[in-house]
C-alpha cells in the first residue's frame, strides 16, 4: 500500500512541476515578452517594417533611378490613397526621420511608379544596372499608333511598361508619352508570346489592362517612410483620374485610306472652318472645365474624328454630348461670359433640352442632352415649325479619352454602335475591308412624340 502512495506522489509531484513549467512559458510569452516588445519600439533609434520585401525593393528601385537620373514619380494607387489621408504628416516628415513603416510596407504585389518618356536620358544602360543591382527586368514595347498606316515608320517601337522584379515584390514602371494636347499618354501592356505568364501576377496590375491618358501632374518631393520621392502635387485629382482614364485611338490607318480614296477638302473656306472650328471646341472646352462639366464629341464632330481623325469642313458647327445629371443652372450665362451669345434653346430640363450657342464666322455650338432610362440612353430634338419633340434613341455607352485636333477630349467608348444609332448602319464600300466607308443617313427616331411645350 506504501508502495502505492509513493507512486501517486510521485505523479502528483510530476505533474504540478509539468504545470508550473507550462504557467512560466505561458507568462513569458503573454506578458514579459509584449512588455519588453513594446519598450523596444518605444526607445530611440528603433524602426518598425523597415525589413520587409516591399520596402527594400522600393528603396533599391528609387537608388536606382536617382543614379541614373531617371525622374520616376510615383503612382500607386494603395500608397497614394494612405498619402492623400496622411497628407499632413508626409508633408511635414524629413528624410531619415520615419521610426515606422507605414506606406511601402503595405502588403501588395506591385509599386507602380511612371516616368515621363521624353525626360529619360541612357535607357538601355538604366536596363543594364538595374539587372547588376539584382532587378529582373522585362520591358514591354510596341509600335506608336499615331504613326500607324504611314509605311516608312509604322514599324517603329516605343518603350509602354517595364516590369522590375527583387525576391517577391515587383516595381510597376508606367512609361508616360506626351501627346500634343499637353497631356500624358500610356499603351497597353501586351503580353506577347515569349513572356513567361507566371513571372508577375498581371492581373493584378493597376496600369496596363488599356491605354490611359492623363493630365500632366505638377510634382512635389516628400519623404516617405524615410524615402525620398517624387510624387503628384494634387494626389486626389491623380487618383480620381485612374478609373475614368481608358484612351481610344482615332483610326489614323482608316483615315489616310479615306483620303486616298476622297481627297481632302484644301479649299480656302474649308480651312477657314476647321480653324474656327478648332477654337470654338476649345472655347467650349475650357468654359464647361471651369463649370465641372463632363462633355464628349457628338453628332458630325464624332463622325469627323472617327472617319477621318479631323473636323467634317462642310457640317458647319461642333457638336457636344452632356448627361443631364451634370447641367448646370449657370451653363448659360458661362457660355454667354465667354462671348458665346444663346441662339436657340429648345425643351427643358427634364425633357429634351438642347442648346445653340453662335460662334465667329457664322460657326455654331450645339449641345445635346442625354437621358438615361432602363436600358438605352437619349436625347430630344424639336422641330422648329411645329414645336414637336422626337426622341433619339441609343444603346448605353461609356466614355473614353482620345485625341481631337490637338485636345484631350472624350468620346463615346462605344463609338460604332454610338455614330450608327446616329446616322444609320454601317455599309462597305470595299470587297477586301472597312478601311473606306460611308454611313446611311437616316437617323433613328423612336415612334413617340414628346408633348410639346405649352404657348
Given amino acids: 500500500m506504501s508502495r502505492i502512495n509513493k507512486n501517486v506522489i510521485l505523479a502528483l509531484l510530476t505533474l504540478t512541476s509539468s504545470a508550473f513549467l507550462l504557467f512560466q512559458l505561458y507568462y513569458y510569452k503573454h ?23 516591399q520596402w527594400r525593393t522600393v528603396k533599391k528601385f528609387i537608388m536606382l533611378t536617382s543614379s541614373q537620373n531617371v525622374p520616376v514619380f510615383l503612382i500607386d494607387p494603395l500608397i497614394l490613397e494612405l498619402i492623400n489621408k496622411n497628407f499632413e504628416q508626409v508633408k511635414n516628415a524629413s528624410h531619415g526621420s520615419a521610426s515606422e513603416c507605414k506606406f511601402f510596407c503595405v502588403p501588395r504585389d506591385f509599386t507602380a511608379f511612371a ?49 522590375c522584379t527583387l525576391a517577391s515584390h515587383a516595381v510597376h514602371l508606367v512609361v ?10 500610356h499603351g497597353h501592356l501586351r503580353l506577347k508570346g515569349h513572356i513567361d505568364r507566371k513571372f508577375v501576377p498581371f492581373r493584378k496590375l493597376q496600369f496596363g489592362r488599356y491605354p490611359g491618358a492623363f493630365d500632366r501632374p505638377e510634382l512635389q ?12 502635387k494634387d494626389p486626389m485629382h491623380f487618383l480620381e483620374e485612374i478609373p475614368h482614364s481608358r ?42 472645365k471651369k463649370l465641372g462639366v463632363r462633355f464628349w464629341l ?19 458647327d461642333v457638336d457636344l454630348g452632356i448627361f443631364i445629371q451634370d447641367y448646370k443652372s449657370d451653363i448659360i450665362s458661362a457660355f454667354q461670359d465667354a ?27 450645339d449641345i445635346f442632352f442625354f437621358y438615361e432610362e432602363t436600358d438605352y440612353m437619349w436625347n430630344g430634338g424639336t422641330q422648329a415649325k411645329t414645336g414637336k419633340k422626337f426622341k433619339y434613341l441609343f444603346p448605353k455607352f461609356t466614355l473614353c479619352w482620345t485625341e481631337f485636333v490637338d485636345m484631350k477630349v472624350r468620346v463615346p467608348c462605344e463609338t460604332i454602335e454610338y455614330i450608327e444609332a446616329n446616322y444609320g448602319v454601317l455599309e462597305e464600300r470595299s470587297s477586301h475591308s472597312w478601311s473606306v466607308y460611308e454611313f446611311v443617313l437616316e437617323p433613328k427616331l423612336c415612334n413617340c412624340l414628346i408633348q410639346p411645350d405649352p404657348a
Wanted: glycine share 8%; with cysteine; net charge neutral.
Fill in 31 to 53: 506578458y514579459l515578452s509584449a512588455k519588453n516588445g513594446a519598450g523596444l519600439s518605444k526607445s530611440k533609434g528603433s524602426r518598425i517594417g523597415f525589413d520587409g520585401t
Fill in 115 to 163: 516616368l515621363q518618356y521624353h525626360l529619360w536620358k541612357n535607357e538601355e544602360s538604366w536596363f543594364r544596372i538595374a539587372e547588376n543591382m539584382g532587378f529582373q527586368c522585362v520591358k514591354f514595347e510596341s509600335k506608336d499608333p499615331r504613326l500607324d498606316g504611314i509605311d516608312s515608320l509604322s514599324g517603329t517601337e516605343i518603350p509602354l511598361h517595364y516590369i
Fill in 176 to 185: 508616360f508619352h506626351e501627346r500634343s494636347g499637353n497631356y500624358l499618354w
Fill in 221 to 232: 518631393q516628400v519623404t516617405i517612410d524615410g524615402l525620398e520621392v517624387l510624387i503628384p
Fill in 247 to 288: 484612351f481610344i485611338e482615332c483610326r489614323y490607318k482608316e483615315a489616310r485610306a479615306f483620303f486616298q480614296q476622297y481627297l481632302d477638302d484644301n479649299t480656302v473656306e474649308a480651312m477657314a472652318f476647321r480653324k474656327s472650328a478648332k477654337e470654338l471646341l476649345q472655347l467650349a472646352a475650357k468654359t464647361l
Fill in 298 to 316: 457628338s453628332s458630325g464632330t464624332c463622325l469627323g474624328w472617327y472617319r477621318q481623325c479631323g473636323i467634317i469642313p462642310y457640317s458647319k
Fill in 339 to 365: 462671348g458665346l451669345p444663346l441662339k436657340h434653346k429648345f425643351g427643358k430640363v427634364e425633357d429634351s433640352l438642347e442648346l445653340s450657342f453662335q460662334g465667329k464666322d457664322d460657326v455654331k455650338l
